[in-house]
């Protein structure tokens, strides 16, 4: 578990250096942040939804009658990389 962990922890590290380069797109789309970070959608808003990423990682937009998420690109990363939000899934 832990071995999985600092590997998760380095690729995540990779993609925040990537992803500072690259594009000038600071908040992302569901889909676009979690093809960035290899997550799903549905586990990004359930990390949104619990509060695993702050309110600087993280904005609602209204969309119609409803709400989605957007996603900062380096914040939400760096928080990623924490070990307590990437383990308590």
């Avoid at 995540?12 to 997550?39: D, N, R, V, Y």
């Amino acid at each position: 578990m832990q071995c999985c962990s600092l590997l998760l922890r380095h690729e995540i590290k990779h993609l925040k250096a990537s992803a500072e380069t690259g594009g000038s797109k600071q908040w992302l789309k569901p889909a676009e942040f979690s093809k960035l970070c290899g997550l799903t959608t549905r586990t990004l808003a359930i990390y949104a939804n619990e509060g695993r990423l702050s309110g600087r990682a993280v904005r609602r937009v209204k969309r119609g009658s409803s709400f989605t998420n957007e996603f900062h690109r380096t914040i939400a990363l760096d928080e990623l990389q924490n070990h307590k939000t990437i383990l308590h899934r």
